[in-house]
Protein backbone atom coordinates (compact mmCIF):
# COMPACT_ATOMS: atom_id res chain seq x y z
CA UNK A 1 0.00 0.00 0.00
CA UNK A 2 1.53 3.64 -0.91
CA UNK A 3 1.92 6.39 1.76
CA UNK A 4 -0.27 9.10 1.30
CA UNK A 5 2.67 11.52 2.63
CA UNK A 6 5.96 11.74 3.76
CA UNK A 7 8.10 14.66 5.18
CA UNK A 8 10.46 16.33 2.85
CA UNK A 9 13.24 17.44 5.40
CA UNK A 10 15.30 20.81 4.66
CA UNK A 11 18.38 18.66 5.47
CA UNK A 12 18.14 16.65 1.84
CA UNK A 13 18.44 20.89 0.20
CA UNK A 14 21.85 20.71 0.56
CA UNK A 15 22.40 17.38 -1.60
CA UNK A 16 20.00 19.14 -3.91
CA UNK A 17 21.48 22.17 -4.42
CA UNK A 18 25.13 20.54 -5.09
CA UNK A 19 23.85 18.71 -8.58
CA UNK A 20 23.25 20.37 -11.34
CA UNK A 21 19.82 21.01 -12.37
CA UNK A 22 18.86 17.96 -14.28
CA UNK A 23 20.77 15.47 -11.59
CA UNK A 24 18.89 17.77 -8.96
CA UNK A 25 15.33 17.09 -10.37
CA UNK A 26 16.17 13.35 -10.53
CA UNK A 27 17.06 13.14 -7.23
CA UNK A 28 13.20 14.77 -6.30
CA UNK A 29 11.95 12.02 -8.41
CA UNK A 30 13.63 9.44 -6.68
CA UNK A 31 13.13 10.64 -3.01
CA UNK A 32 8.86 10.91 -4.09
CA UNK A 33 9.29 7.56 -5.33
CA UNK A 34 10.94 5.99 -2.18
CA UNK A 35 9.14 8.35 0.00
CA UNK A 36 5.80 5.94 -2.10
CA UNK A 37 6.95 3.40 -1.07
CA UNK A 38 8.01 2.68 -4.94
CA UNK A 39 11.40 1.73 -6.15
CA UNK A 40 13.98 3.49 -7.53
CA UNK A 41 14.03 2.85 -11.24
CA UNK A 42 17.24 5.45 -12.34
CA UNK A 43 20.48 3.88 -13.45
CA UNK A 44 22.60 6.82 -12.18
CA UNK A 45 24.97 5.47 -9.42
CA UNK A 46 25.42 9.19 -7.60
CA UNK A 47 21.67 9.40 -7.28
CA UNK A 48 20.89 6.28 -6.52
CA UNK A 49 23.73 6.20 -3.32
CA UNK A 50 22.56 9.52 -1.62
CA UNK A 51 18.96 8.10 -1.81
CA UNK A 52 19.85 4.85 0.32
CA UNK A 53 22.55 6.66 2.71
CA UNK A 54 21.01 9.76 3.35
CA UNK A 55 17.38 9.75 1.94
CA UNK A 56 15.82 6.36 2.77
CA UNK A 57 17.47 6.36 6.42
CA UNK A 58 15.15 9.38 7.36
CA UNK A 59 12.24 8.31 5.60
CA UNK A 60 11.64 4.23 7.42
CA UNK A 61 12.32 6.08 10.41
CA UNK A 62 9.91 8.78 10.05
CA UNK A 63 8.02 6.08 8.67
CA UNK A 64 8.60 3.67 11.96
CA UNK A 65 7.92 6.16 14.41
CA UNK A 66 4.10 7.55 12.72
CA UNK A 67 3.38 3.65 13.10
CA UNK A 68 4.68 3.40 17.05
CA UNK A 69 2.18 6.13 17.46
CA UNK A 70 -0.63 4.33 15.98
CA UNK A 71 -0.06 1.35 17.97
CA UNK A 72 0.15 3.05 21.01
CA UNK A 73 -2.72 4.75 20.06
CA UNK A 74 -1.21 8.20 20.37
CA UNK A 75 -2.21 8.88 16.90
CA UNK A 76 -5.60 6.52 16.66
CA UNK A 77 -8.14 8.48 18.58
CA UNK A 78 -7.53 12.00 18.28
CA UNK A 79 -7.90 14.36 21.19
CA UNK A 80 -9.63 12.77 24.52
CA UNK A 81 -13.19 13.77 24.96
CA UNK A 82 -14.42 16.08 27.40
CA UNK A 83 -16.21 14.44 30.08
CA UNK A 84 -19.71 15.26 31.00
CA UNK A 85 -20.83 16.69 34.44
CA UNK A 86 -22.54 13.66 35.76
CA UNK A 87 -19.17 11.09 34.21
CA UNK A 88 -17.51 13.75 36.72
CA UNK A 89 -19.56 13.06 39.66
CA UNK A 90 -19.39 9.46 39.05
CA UNK A 91 -15.26 10.01 38.65
CA UNK A 92 -15.87 12.50 42.12
CA UNK A 93 -18.31 9.51 43.75
CA UNK A 94 -15.42 6.63 42.96
CA UNK A 95 -12.51 8.93 44.05
CA UNK A 96 -14.05 9.37 47.45
CA UNK A 97 -14.39 5.88 47.72
CA UNK A 98 -10.95 5.24 47.98
CA UNK A 99 -10.49 3.28 44.37
CA UNK A 100 -7.43 3.97 42.86
CA UNK A 101 -7.31 5.82 39.25
CA UNK A 102 -6.79 1.79 37.69
CA UNK A 103 -9.94 1.03 39.64
CA UNK A 104 -11.73 4.20 38.50
CA UNK A 105 -10.67 3.48 34.71
CA UNK A 106 -12.31 -0.44 34.78
CA UNK A 107 -15.21 0.98 36.77
CA UNK A 108 -16.19 3.92 34.18
CA UNK A 109 -15.97 1.12 31.61
CA UNK A 110 -18.77 -0.74 33.05
CA UNK A 111 -20.67 2.30 33.50
CA UNK A 112 -20.29 3.08 29.82
CA UNK A 113 -17.55 5.31 29.23
CA UNK A 114 -13.70 5.44 28.63
CA UNK A 115 -11.67 8.29 30.57
CA UNK A 116 -8.25 7.98 31.18
CA UNK A 117 -5.80 7.92 34.06
CA UNK A 118 -4.60 11.39 33.12
CA UNK A 119 -8.28 12.57 33.10
CA UNK A 120 -9.08 11.23 36.02
CA UNK A 121 -6.49 12.72 37.57
CA UNK A 122 -7.20 16.11 36.15
CA UNK A 123 -10.80 16.01 36.92
CA UNK A 124 -10.24 14.94 40.79
CA UNK A 125 -7.60 17.93 41.06
CA UNK A 126 -9.98 20.52 39.22
CA UNK A 127 -13.02 19.08 41.65
CA UNK A 128 -10.53 19.49 45.03
CA UNK A 129 -10.00 22.94 43.89
CA UNK A 130 -13.42 24.42 43.21
CA UNK A 131 -14.40 22.66 46.06
CA UNK A 132 -11.79 24.75 48.38
CA UNK A 133 -12.76 27.92 46.36
CA UNK A 134 -16.26 27.46 47.25
CA UNK A 135 -15.49 26.57 50.90
CA UNK A 136 -13.31 29.82 51.16
CA UNK A 137 -16.30 32.56 49.33
CA UNK A 138 -18.45 30.89 52.06
CA UNK A 139 -16.25 31.97 54.45
CA UNK A 140 -15.73 35.21 53.46
CA UNK A 141 -19.41 36.07 53.27
CA UNK A 142 -20.58 34.82 55.64
CA UNK A 143 -20.97 37.82 58.03
CA UNK A 144 -19.96 37.98 61.96
CA UNK A 145 -23.44 38.77 63.33
CA UNK A 146 -23.09 40.06 66.67
CA UNK A 147 -26.16 40.35 68.70
CA UNK A 148 -26.48 41.56 72.73
CA UNK A 149 -23.95 39.34 74.46
CA UNK A 150 -23.09 37.24 71.90
CA UNK A 151 -20.25 37.01 69.43
CA UNK A 152 -20.96 33.39 68.24
CA UNK A 153 -22.76 32.94 65.06
CA UNK A 154 -24.19 29.63 65.34
CA UNK A 155 -26.34 30.60 68.33
CA UNK A 156 -27.51 33.73 66.47
CA UNK A 157 -29.59 31.21 64.27
CA UNK A 158 -30.96 30.05 67.94
CA UNK A 159 -32.51 33.71 68.59
CA UNK A 160 -35.88 34.66 67.63
CA UNK A 161 -36.97 36.76 64.53
CA UNK A 162 -38.56 39.33 67.27
CA UNK A 163 -34.94 39.95 68.91
CA UNK A 164 -33.58 40.37 65.03
CA UNK A 165 -36.07 43.33 64.63
CA UNK A 166 -35.72 44.61 68.46
CA UNK A 167 -31.62 44.86 67.73
CA UNK A 168 -31.94 46.42 64.31
CA UNK A 169 -34.63 48.99 65.72
CA UNK A 170 -32.02 49.99 68.72
CA UNK A 171 -29.41 50.43 65.72
CA UNK A 172 -31.56 52.36 63.64
CA UNK A 173 -32.21 54.37 66.99
CA UNK A 174 -28.63 54.98 68.12
CA UNK A 175 -27.98 56.26 64.19
CA UNK A 176 -30.53 58.79 64.39
CA UNK A 177 -29.01 60.49 67.73
CA UNK A 178 -26.86 63.18 67.04
CA UNK A 179 -23.01 63.26 67.92
CA UNK A 180 -22.20 65.49 70.47
CA UNK A 181 -18.54 67.12 69.21
CA UNK A 182 -15.53 66.33 70.98
CA UNK A 183 -13.35 68.97 71.75
CA UNK A 184 -9.91 68.73 69.96
CA UNK A 185 -7.25 67.91 72.12
CA UNK A 186 -2.95 68.60 71.43
CA UNK A 187 -0.71 67.25 73.73
CA UNK A 188 2.99 69.56 72.81
Known sequence: MAKESFIFYESWYEFIDDLEREDAKELVYQIYRVGSDKPMDTDDKMIQKLVKSFILPNIKGAQRRYRTAVE?????????????PEEDNIIWELHLEGLTY???????????????????????????KNEEELKTNNQEQEPGFKTKNETNPTTFKNNSNSNLKEDREEELEADSEPETE???HYTF
Open 102 to 128: DEIVERCDTYGFKVSKNTIGSRIRERK
Open 72 to 84: NGKKSEGAPRKTT
Open 182 to 184: QPL
